[in-house]
């Protein structure tokens, strides 16, 4: 009787451990990340992997997967990125990385509206990344079928497209305007180039919490394009990216309460 009663308390304290256990866990605190600019170089080194066919696939193993179901993300991811939808830009891939290292927002022409803007306001707040990329990429449909609109050789699209794409129709007209030597296609690639920093401008306008994050510099916000022939990504001036902050904080239409409201 006695034996049972040392089992029955045994059991006992063995699942009030794993309980105890379990809530510790879920409420560990993030873990120390790099700084922005350490991210920001592994991600480069990542890319230099990829595309000189030396990539090491890390965390892509069923120890990560398994750690994946019991940690937070936010102990581990140390980048928000958001890119095309394109098949051809598998992001995890590009960058060499694995399970829980990037929070990633995919969508066509890789634009900042409300969906993508609240999803990278997430990735930075809470998953706590402390870099986020916007990553274009070359041959990017978006943008052209864009680009063939606004020069009056559009086509007839699905009725909800135009509106997913319209952010990029400032980019295109700024790309025809500073570039009228590239006639026809040739403009798309300043025009993807553009998009790259409309996108960052639509969600500097936006977001007032990104704002604060890179200001108070917990956040650093960069511009990129990915080669699909090569596999090379290139970044571009961070110059650009701090004159448009600038722009936008001077900017009476900015949005400026970074909480929701009941």
């Known amino acids: 009787m006695k034996y049972g009663k040392k089992i029955l308390i045994y059991g006992c304290c063995l699942t009030f451990i794993i309980q105890l256990t379990e809530i510790v866990q879920a409420a560990e605190p993030n873990a120390s990340k ?13 890319n230099e992997r990829f595309y000189s066919e030396q990539a090491t696939y890390p965390h892509a193993n069923a120890a990560r997967v398994k750690l994946a179901g019991e940690k ?19 992001v995890e891939l590009i960058f060499d990385a694995g399970v829980m290292d990037i929070f990633v927002i995919r969508i066509a ?17 809470h998953v706590n990344t402390p870099l986020f990329v ?21 086509q007839a699209l699905e009725r909800n497209i135009p509106p997913l794409v319209d952010n990029i129709i400032p980019a295109v007209k700024r790309a025809i305007e500073g570039h009228k030597d590239a006639i026809g296609d040739a403009v798309i690639p300043y025009a993807i180039e553009e998009n790259v920093w ?10 007032p919490a990104t704002r604060n994050l890179v200001n108070a510099g917990k956040v650093k916000v960069v511009a990129a394009i990915y080669d699909v022939g090569t ?4 970044w571009l001036p961070s110059e650009r990216t701090d004159e448009i902050l600038k722009r936008v904080e001077a900017s009476s239409d900015k949005e400026t309460e970074p909480m929701a409201t009941k």
């Open 109 to 125: 022409g890789n634009v900042c509206d409300t969906d993508e803007i609240g999803s990278i306001e997430y990735g930075l707040a």
């Open 198 to 207: 409309q996108g960052i401008e639509d969600l500097f306008m936006k977001s």
């Open 34 to 46: 790099p700084s922005p600019d350490e991210v920001l170089m592994m991600l480069k080194k990542g």
């Open 231 to 234: 596999g090379q990504v290139s």
């Open 72 to 90: 937070n993300q936010g102990n581990y991811a140390y980048a928000t990125i958001i890119s095309c939808s394109d098949s051809r830009v598998p």
């Open 134 to 154: 916007m990553l274009g990429h070359t041959q990017c449909g978006a943008v052209s079928a864009v680009t063939h609109a606004v020069q009056g050789k559009g």
